[in-house]
């Protein structure tokens, strides 16, 4: 089989002489200098060269003028050496080939503040990026709100069902099955004081209050917000963004817009039908455990819930929702261009959507009891 004509002839190189003194013919390159090293090695165990003459030594480059330069350190004359390979000899042969200095040790008291201090610089200038986003966002969307052709409602519907509706089976089973283990350690602890009735308000309350918007929030930050990262990251690598700048279109207008307000709108939506899920959850570990009908069932629910119950977790969820859908996005368009940068900054947007939703449902329990709701 014939090489192609585009790759490069192979490289050879040849020790010859007797004694004391050699020569070198072909060519010295990075391909051929270990086959010589080798080749020499040979020649050392009968005579040590004391004299080289690269006349033949058609071809050098960096890695060849580096091992002659060895040999030159050696005690080892060059004769012969070509006009061309000259210059690389010289320039080789006045650098200062030292060895790199070991950093100093860090100790380990000092290592951990270093990195206590570069956390706390990330996270503060996360939190600046974040209020500036949340800034930028919000003048977005009440622009669109004054000019309401901007608003985009095909957009919008979109993200509504991709967020809400098809993610209606997953949020629906979580919610029986977060209710069914509630209700199944509370009649287990409960059971030994005679309290086993009081499961159903402790499942009813909690679902409605913190399970059911906390794990729909999560549910949501996990599949809509990692969403939300990687489809405008890809956008961001693919200069697909930087193509709606140069035509005049503003990103977070085209991007952000949409799928703020489609989450906004979901999550309530989402939370409610969780919330529903979980009583249903309830009713069956109810009726399991302690042989309770489903109209018994409703009317204990009746008794123990109020409405503020509902509201809390209700309330909450938007404000959930704004956050993810800020945090997804903001991180989608930090993106550098590489898939490598997607995944970083994806993984990132989930746990620090996950991050603000629980320190925020924590903030909203504590203020919600001192409000008396």
């Not at 002489?17 to 051929?32: H, K, M, P, Q, Y």
């Not at 090695?41 to 890695?63: E, F, H, I, M």
């Not at 000092?110 to 919000?138: C, N, P, Q, S």
């Not at 959850?281 to 018994?296: E, F, H, R, T």
């Amino acid at each position: 089989m014939q090489r192609s004509s585009s790759e490069p002839p192979l490289s050879r190189v040849a020790i010859s002489g007797e004694g004391d003194r050699l020569a070198f013919e072909g060519v010295l390159d990075i391909r051929t200098v270990s086959e010589l090293k080798n080749a020499l090695k040979g020649r050392l165990k009968q005579a040590k060269p004391r004299a080289v003459d690269l006349g033949s030594l058609s071809g050098l480059d960096t890695p060849g003028a580096l091992f002659l330069r060895e040999l030159r350190h050696k005690g080892v004359e060059l004769t012969g050496i070509r006009a061309e390979h000259e210059a690389l000899l010289e320039l080789i042969g006045n650098l200062k080939a030292k060895p790199l200095e070991k950093p100093a040790a860090v100790p380990r008291w000092r290592e951990l503040i270093i990195r206590l201090g570069k956390g706390a610089d990330a996270a503060l200038r996360d939190t600046i990026d974040l209020i500036t986003f949340v800034g930028r966002a919000v003048s977005a969307i009440g622009y669109a709100v004054i000019h309401p052709r901007y608003l985009r409602p095909a957009s919008i519907s979109r993200q509504i069902a991709e967020t809400g509706i098809s993610a209606l089976p997953i949020v629906g089973l979580m919610a029986v099955m977060i209710s069914v283990v509630i209700g199944y350690q509370g009649v287990a602890q409960l059971r030994p004081y005679g309290g086993e009735d009081f499961t159903i308000n402790l499942v009813a309350v909690s679902v409605l209050r913190e399970m059911g918007v906390l794990i729909t929030a999560i549910m949501v930050a996990g599949r809509s917000g990692a969403a939300f990262t990687a489809e405008i990251g890809v956008m961001k690598a693919r200069e697909e963004i930087d193509a709606f700048t140069v035509m005049g279109m503003k990103p977070i207008e085209m991007l952000v817009v949409p799928r703020l307000l489609g989450l906004v709108i979901t999550l309530p939506l989402l939370t409610f039908f969780s919330d529903v899920m979980g009583l249903l959850g309830g009713a069956m570990i109810s009726q399991w455990l302690l042989n309770i009908s489903p109209m018994q069932y409703v009317d204990r629910v009746h008794v123990a819930v109020h409405t503020n119950d509902l509201l809390v977790g209700l309330i909450k969820a938007p404000i959930f929702g704004f956050l993810i859908a800020i945090v997804g996005c903001m991180h989608g368009l930090r993106v550098k261009g590489s898939a490598e940068s997607v995944g970083q900054d994806t993984t990132r947007a989930v746990v620090k959507a996950i991050f603000v939703v629980i320190v925020l449902d924590a903030l909203f329990s504590v203020l919600f009891e001192k409000l008396g709701l």
